[in-house]
């Protein structure tokens, strides 16, 4: 596994943890549909929520919220759509990011509710 995967799996697991301290109930992470994946799916509140994790470490100079551009999010609201059909789901649906930045052992992470809406 590649720096940069070992990152992102770091990332996944940071923000798994931080979801769990925060009231969700985990889903599926790394849900696929073909190509394209879901990091994590979790419910709260009524909401099915569909969560992107970026994480970069503190030498990166783009913070991760900004890699989720059109094109993810499109990718995003395409497979959340499958997967919702799969599990035959009748919830509200809204799409977050969890950007995380780590700096050795120490992260910072913001959770961004949200963050994008399937409406293009």
Known sequence: MGITQETG???EIIAQNYLLRNGFEILHTNWRFGCKELDIVAVK??????????????????????????RKQKNIIDAADAYISKYDIN??????VISIVMDGTKHE????PEAFSPVF
């Open 109 to 112: 992470i913001e959770y961004i």
């Open 91 to 96: 919830m509200e649906t809204q799409f977050d």
């Open 45 to 70: 509140d009524s909401y099915l929520h569909v969560i992107e994790v970026k994480t970069r470490t503190s030498q990166f100079w783009e913070n991760p919220k900004d890699a989720v551009v059109r």
């Open 9 to 11: 799996k770091k990332g």
